[in-house]
C-alpha cells in the first residue's frame, strides 16, 4: 500500500492541472503509462491481500491463540479491504486498457 497512496496523488495533481489548463491529457504515452501503473499497483494489492488472508488463515487455525478473537475480526477486516482495494484498482486498470485503443 506503501506505493498506492503516492500514485493515486500524483494521478489526482495530474488531473487536477489538467482540468485547471483545460487540456485534457489524451495521448497514448501518457494513458500507456498510466495502464501500466495501475497494472503493476494491482497485481501488488492482489499480492498482499493474499498474505494477509494467509496470515489470517494461520492466526484462526493456530491451536494456541496468541491474539484473542477482537484481533483477528481486525484481521479479517484488513483482509476484506485489501481485497476491495485490489478490486477496485483493477477495475481501473481494465477501464484505462478500455480507453487506451480509442486514443
Avoid at 495501475?38 to 487455525?61: H, P, R
Wanted: with cysteine; glycine share 6%; net charge neutral.
Amino acid at each position: 500500500m506503501g506505493l498506492v497512496i503516492p500514485w493515486s496523488f500524483s494521478l489526482a495533481l495530474v488531473d487536477g492541472y489538467s482540468v485547471l489548463v483545460k487540456c485534457p491529457l489524451r495521448q497514448p504515452g501518457i494513458l500507456l503509462i498510466i495502464v501500466l501503473g495501475d497494472w503493476v499497483l494491482s497485481i501488488l494489492t492482489l499480492a498482499a491481500a493474499s498474505s494477509t488472508v494467509g496470515v489470517v488463515d494461520v492466526l484462526l487455525k493456530s491451536d494456541t491463540s496468541y491474539y484473542p478473537m477482537k484481533f483477528c475480526s481486525r484481521y479479517q477486516i484488513s483482509a476484506a479491504m485489501a481485497f476491495l482495494s485490489w478490486f477496485l484498482s483493477f477495475g481501473s486498470f481494465l477501464f484505462n486498457l478500455w480507453l487506451l485503443p480509442t486514443l
